[in-house]
């Protein structure tokens, strides 16, 4: 996905809330998703409408059905401005890459 706004910031992906995000502010991401973000470094800028916070990656090694049962990798971004979201809300994770900003916006029905 490379789709740029005009403000410069680069589609990575629709993400679906889940259950778990507004109690411990995680949302899980794609693998391609981790990969971009790793490089802004430890820890990086996340906004959604007019709030600023700090987030992270996280991630989680477990054997779910997801990966079939055998060992694989969960990824995660990790903020406080995540836990303000509804379950079942879906986001459009959008980077801006030149100022290290992640973008959250609630995605259009």
């Known amino acids: 996905m490379n789709d740029v706004d005009a403000g410069g910031y680069v589609l990575l992906e629709n993400r679906t809330v889940s259950r778990k995000t507004p109690r411990d502010g995680k949302l899980e ?3 391609s998703t981790a990969a971009r973000l790793a490089a802004l470094g430890q820890e990086f800028t996340v906004v959604n409408a007019g709030r600023r916070d700090t987030a992270r990656l996280e991630t989680m090694t ?3 059905g997801k990966g079939g049962g055998k060992g694989h990798v969960h990824r995660f971004v990790e903020s ?5 979201f509804v379950e079942g809300t879906e986001l459009r994770l959008e980077l801006d ?6 973008r959250l916006e609630v995605a259009e029905a």
């Open 29 to 31: 991401i794609l693998d």
């Open 62 to 64: 477990c054997e779910c």
């Open 80 to 84: 406080p401005l995540l836990q303000g």
């Open 97 to 102: 890459e030149s100022d290290g900003v992640l």
